[in-house]
């Protein structure tokens, strides 16, 4: 993302209106709580990751109205002076807690929240959804595929079919964090430091007058990093044995072959015999075309000999469910002073939020180090190590779990205050070696793709009780 880009009006409309609504009602400086969660992990999965905080941490730092985004507001014929006055004179002022990139997150936690006055707080919803939704979102999708590769190197092959040039560079780093080995988006490399890899296309194969002249003229350009594309005429037939003539003549010093096309496990077992048989076991073996967590772990089950796999639309789209659906929500206000908590009720329960001022607490098992459970508390609460801490079943508040030799660690951190950034953004190989720690904290029930098992997170009492209460107390309004 070009960080001279202000993208401060990238926002939807209403953002604005409810501002100046704001304004026009003396409200500008309330102070108001919201919070980021998300309902649903995508692809019916166990957990999620949190990616893209560092992107939003730009966008706050230079939020600013400039004279042609006045412009435009005047033009639109709604908007008062005064408003239009204080939107120049604007300054970011707000708190911001998240939870850090590349930690596994579950529903219903906040994993961003915000305090500060209401306009503020309310203006930076769209761009907050659109940033840690997308990038979570492909982080998610690239912890499954890495997953289902058991070891062996994914790399992020999705510039051409993601929507948008953003969504190709940030996904590039989305999928870095969570897991892939490289990208072929260049410009991910220039700017994250994420290697470029790539081989060639089936163009170069046939620039030429016959594949083996091809394969020939790369390996001479490109004596340290030969990797042959063979699937441009016959697999087996003439791409590997090219291949294998080539790499016996030019003698590179890292070889390997791709296959993008037909049917990959029965190919890359006959392939791999193929250059054993001719004395190349150290030639890589890297597949392609449309896969998918589901075909790569089907392809190994069957036995494929492959050593890497490029992965493109169905990660850089999250083709099977190409949407995070992360929400930001009121959660309470200020009056002289006083938190006031603030719930939304629907007849969906899913949809009925926590309210209140929150944190969110990560219990961890002294002896193996996996996460046993997430709490949601008030802000001002506080868990002690040592003392028993009793949990509920998320499915089954009847069921109940007392913890005991565990470790506890809070989530949030905070990011801004008072409108100042106070948190120094790791690089992206930090973030992704994190996550991979994180990752080992998880049990393994929590990683099956299919009906894995539901994480704990529960609300302490107090929170608990609120809630109950402002529930109970809707209900006698009703």
């Not at 969110?360 to 190590?385: P, Q, S």
Request: glycine share 6%.
């Amino acid at each position: 993302m070009n960080k001279k880009l202000n993208l401060t009006m990238l926002t939807d409309f209403y953002e604005i209106t409810m501002a100046h609504g704001y304004f026009q009602s003396d409200m500008a400086d309330d102070i108001a709580y919201f919070d980021m969660f998300f309902r649903r992990v995508p692809d019916g999965g166990g957990y999620a990751i949190m990616a893209g905080l560092d992107q939003l941490i730009d966008y706050l730092k230079g939020l600013k109205f400039t004279d042609e985004d006045i412009e435009y507001l005047r033009s639109k014929n709604l908007f008062c002076e005064e408003f239009l006055e204080y939107l120049h004179n604007f300054k970011f002022s707000c708190d911001v807690w998240a939870v850090p990139e590349g930690t596994p997150i579950f529903p219903h936690e906040p994993i961003v929240t915000v305090r500060g006055p209401v306009i503020q707080a309310q203006f930076i919803e769209t761009m907050m959804l659109l940033t840690i939704n997308h990038q979570s979102l492909i982080a998610t999708k690239a912890s499954r595929i890495v997953r289902a590769a058991q070891g062996r190197s994914v790399l992020e092959f999705g510039t051409r079919r993601a929507h948008g040039a953003s969504a190709a560079i940030m996904g590039a780093r989305a999928a870095y964090i969570a897991g892939c080995a490289g990208t072929a988006c260049a410009i991910a490399d220039r700017d994250y430091g994420i290697d470029a890899l790539g081989t060639m296309a089936h163009s170069w194969v046939q620039m030429y007058p016959d594949e083996y002249t091809a394969f020939k003229k790369y390996a001479e350009i490109y004596p340290n990093n030969c990797v042959l594309l063979v699937d441009t005429y016959n697999v087996l037939k003439s791409g590997v044995p090219n291949a294998i003539k080539v790499f016996k003549e030019m003698k590179p010093a890292r070889m390997g072959i791709r296959i993008d096309s037909g049917d990959i496990a029965y190919l890359t077992r006959k392939a791999r015999k193929m250059l054993d048989d001719a004395g190349l076991q150290d030639c890589k073996i890297t597949v392609s075309n449309s896969l998918d967590e589901y075909l790569i772990r089907d392809i190994i089950m069957e036995g494929a000999c492959v050593d890497s796999f490029g992965v493109g639309e169905r990660l850089i789209t999250a083709k099977s469910e190409p949407v995070f659906g992360g929400v930001y929500k009121l959660a309470a206000l200020e009056q002289d002073g006083v938190m006031v908590p603030k719930i939304k009720i629907s007849e969906n329960i899913e949809k009925i939020t926590n309210p209140g001022f929150k944190n969110l607490f990560r219990f961890y098992d002294k002896d193996t180090g996996k996460m046993l459970a997430d709490v949601m508390t008030m802000a001002d609460e506080e868990i002690e190590e040592g003392d028993e801490y009793e949990i509920f079943d998320p499915n089954a508040v009847w069921k109940r779990k007392v913890l005991t030799n565990y470790e506890v660690r809070d989530l949030h951190v905070k990011i801004f205050d008072k409108g100042e950034c106070v948190y120094e953004s790791p690089d992206i190989e930090e973030i992704k070696d994190y996550c991979m720690k994180q990752m080992d904290t998880l049990w393994s029930e929590s990683l099956r793709f299919e009906n894995p098992q539901t994480y704990y997170v529960d609300l302490s009492q107090k929170l608990w009780e609120m809630k109950q209460g402002l529930l109970a107390e809707h209900n006698t309004r009703k």
